[in-house]
T-cell receptor, first 114, second 115 residues
């Protein structure tokens, strides 16, 4: 059973527009959420994270929103650039109990068209 | 600063053979993780070392997989004997003991193909 779900396998947007990537989770023990970006033949690269005590975290063009009641988070990229084209993974971590493993979604492939 | 390195980048072996993957974490990172991505699926946790100790090995598929981290530096993941379903990309990640953003730094991965 998948605890972290990214229901859109792909997303295509125009350069300069907003990209919105969505993620849902089922485990209420998750209290830290991260977004990773992955280019082909490379490992995932950390992008931005959010703790469950917050509902928004912003870093430059990237903003992550967390809705705990809906068990939903989203990553907004504004404005989108062609270099943002990559696979984006949502990940969650239950920090309680000493476990720091990341539970990943299947990823969403973002294509930003010039 | 050097990132997480993994060796080899690719490995093609036959079913029944043994393969050993190596991971060198970022210097000073006490946490070391192994993950695996089977084609088209999510990246799945295998195990977590804190220094040389196994903190969590709940994701290890079966006893054909053996991970070690002697001396708390680099780690190896041995698959013996390899089966077809072991094919995938094996990622290693590391982080300091107190990572403020909880981020883990990933290596480029080892692509394992079992024929």
């Amino acid at each position: 059973d998948q605890q972290v779900k990214q229901n859109s396998p792909s997303l295509s947007v125009q350069e300069g527009r907003i990209s919105i990537l969505n993620c849902d989770y089922t485990n209420s023990m998750f209290d830290y959420f991260l977004w990773y970006k992955k280019y082909p033949a490379e490992g995932p690269t950390f992008l931005i994270s959010i703790s469950s005590i917050k509902d928004k975290n912003e870093d430059g063009r990237f903003t992550v929103f967390l809705n705990k009641s809906a068990k939903h988070l989203s990553l907004h990229i504004v404005p989108s650039q062609p270099g943002d084209s990559a696979v984006y993974f949502c990940a969650a971590s239950p920090t309680q109990g000493g476990s720091e493993k990341l539970v990943f979604g299947k990823g969403t492939k973002l294509t930003v068209n010039p | 600063e050097a990132g997480v390195t993994q060796f080899p980048s690719h490995s093609v072996i036959e079913k029944g053979q043994t393969v050993t993957l190596r991971c060198d974490p970022i210097s000073g990172h006490d946490n070391l993780y192994w993950y695996r991505r089977v084609m088209g699926k999510e990246i799945k946790f295998l195990l977590h070392f804190v220094k040389e100790s196994k903190q969590d090995e709940s994701g290890m598929p079966n006893n054909r997989f053996l991970a070690e981290r002697t001396g708390g530096t680099y780690s190896t993941l041995k698959v013996q004997p390899a089966e077809l379903e072991d094919s995938g990309v094996y990622f290693c990640a590391s982080s300091p003991l107190q990572a403020p953003l909880m981020e883990q730094f990933f290596g480029p991965g080892t692509r394992l193909t079992v024929l």
